[in-house]
């Protein structure tokens, strides 16, 4: 079968390289892809969020399988697009549904949904521009730290944390002033959670669900979680702390009563869900669900993924998810991210990059790269590559992802030298 894969980051580069892995997949097409793409399959000019270019290629490339890395077209409905047109019948389109995608377009909608089904998360209230005076009273109920959350997709730029209630309350005027645009025209207000973060995943076909390997990502830009947030600047898996016990729980508690909600509310979802989850002393609560893979947690989920993917999303878009397994490498992977110099704020784009030498067991995924005029390899984002290693003790996966990342080159590389070290110290 041809497949399409949308999308152009790391993530998407950790699955064109699993789906490619897969004697299934015949042709597979990056849209629009990035340099490390175009090695694992085709790249193709298209606007993902142009649904009828999409279909447009869809129809002239024979393809059999459509799957959504972010999450902007599934918000705005490109999943609906093609499963309500007959001559598509036969493509299997891996996302939720516009309405199910709302669990990641709407932190309302996700907040409303977890307290129908019972699901351990924060207590919130939301607030709109006619009620922001409740909500500053709201606000001095509260103990600090604040968590204020732009009800729409900020990407990750919504959520603000505040210690000082004078702060929280001007933030709030502001958000609902229209700091955040149409996102912030609805806000969260909620409890803050203490404890430790986790990224959690299932694929789910609204039904049946298999879990997919948890992973541990680190957001900030600084060494120790310090600075500005970021994509993403590595990441683990498994995670130390999230044990047998503590994904139990994760299970019985918060993905089992989430895909029964999907169920009982007649969502149409077969697709990854993520949960982000804060472990507050072995109890998991959600802070958010993403209706998507992690970046970079994919980065070290799917090398981890045994299985062949491209029959699990096959039987995910079937409903047939009950009879999948799911084999996983019992190894750690750990993953390294390299940036250019003065991201997230300003950087520069278009230097050329020395790839190093490959090493064993370690795949280097691309972020943001590009080919230019010449057809050499250079930065064309912040997040630019990132080494993934495969090892039977973290401290090994680290050492090799890291010895990876040091024979790359280019003027301005950056990268955090304490990727997993938190966990490490938590072992010990
Ligand atoms: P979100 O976009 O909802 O994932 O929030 C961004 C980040 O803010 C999360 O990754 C957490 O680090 C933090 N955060 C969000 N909600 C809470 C909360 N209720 N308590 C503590 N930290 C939070
Ligand atoms: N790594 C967090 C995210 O993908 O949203």
């Known amino acids: 079968m041809n497949i399409l894969l949308l999308g152009s980051g790391g993530r998407e580069h950790a699955m064109a390289a699993k789906l490619a892995q897969s004697p299934r ?22 606007d993902i969020m142009d649904f009828d270019a999409v279909a447009a290629f869809v129809r002239d490339n024979k393809i059999g399988m459509l799957v959504v890395g972010p999450e ?8 609906d697009y093609f499963r309500s047109r007959s001559e598509f019948k036969g493509l299997l389109t891996i996302g939720p549904s516009q309405v199910a995608a709302q669990l990641e377009g709407s932190k ?13 998360t924060a207590a919130h209230r939301t607030f709109t521009p006619s009620t922001l005076a409740e909500g500053q009273a709201f606000l001095e109920t509260l103990r ?17 944390i505040e210690s000082d209630l004078g702060a929280a309350k001007a933030s709030l005027a502001e958000m609902l002033g229209g700091k955040f645009g149409e996102a912030g025209s609805r806000v969260v ?12 995943f299932a694929l789910t076909d609204g039904h049946h669900y298999v879990m997919m390997p948890a992973a541990k990502d680190y ?15 590595g990441s683990v898996s498994p995670v130390p702390f999230a044990d047998k016990a503590f994904l139990k729980r994760v299970e019985d508690r918060i993905v089992k009563p989430t895909v029964r909600g999907l169920r009982e509310e007649k969502l149409d979802y077969r697709g990854y869900i993520f949960f982000g989850l804060m472990n507050c ?4 609560y959600v802070i958010e669900y993403n209706v998507r893979m992690g970046d970079p947690e994919s980065e070290s989920v799917f090398p981890r993924v045994k299985s062949d993917l491209v029959d699990l999303l096959e039987r995910c878009a079937h409903g047939m998810l009950d009879r999948a397994i799911l084999t996983v490498d019992q190894r750690t992977a750990a993953c390294v991210m390299m940036v ?4 997230p704020e300003r950087y520069a784009k278009g230097a050329l990059i020395d790839l190093g030498t490959d090493a064993p067991d370690t795949q280097l995924f691309h972020c943001g790269t590009a080919l230019d005029d010449e057809g050499r390899l250079v930065t064309a984002g912040g997040r630019v590559l990132c080494a993934t290693a495969l090892a039977d003790t973290l401290p090994e996966a680290l050492l090799k992802s890291y010895n990876r990342v040091e024979s790359i080159g280019w003027e301005g590389k950056y990268y955090r030298r304490d990727i997993g070290q938190d966990l490490l110290k938590m072992m010990v």
Not at 108 to 120: L, V
Not at 150 to 157: F, I, P, R, S, V
Not at 281 to 284: A, I, M, T
């Open 25 to 46: 997949c015949s042709k597979l097409f990056i849209a629009p892809g990035n340099a490390g793409t175009a090695k694992t399959g085709v790249n193709v000019k298209i």
């Open 72 to 79: 902007a077209p599934l918000v705005a409905g490109i999943v």
């Open 108 to 120: 309302d909608f996700a907040k409303e949904f977890m307290q129908r089904h019972g699901i351990p």
């Open 144 to 160: 600090a730290p604040y968590v204020l959350k732009a009800d729409g997709l900020a990407a990750g730029k919504g959520v603000l």
């Open 189 to 200: 207000i909620e409890e803050y959670l203490d404890g430790i973060e986790l990224s959690v």
């Open 219 to 233: 957001k900030r830009i600084g060494e120790g979680d310090t600075g500005l947030n970021t994509g993403g600047m």
């Open 281 to 284: 002393g072995g109890d998991p």
């Open 340 to 343: 250019a110099g003065g991201y």
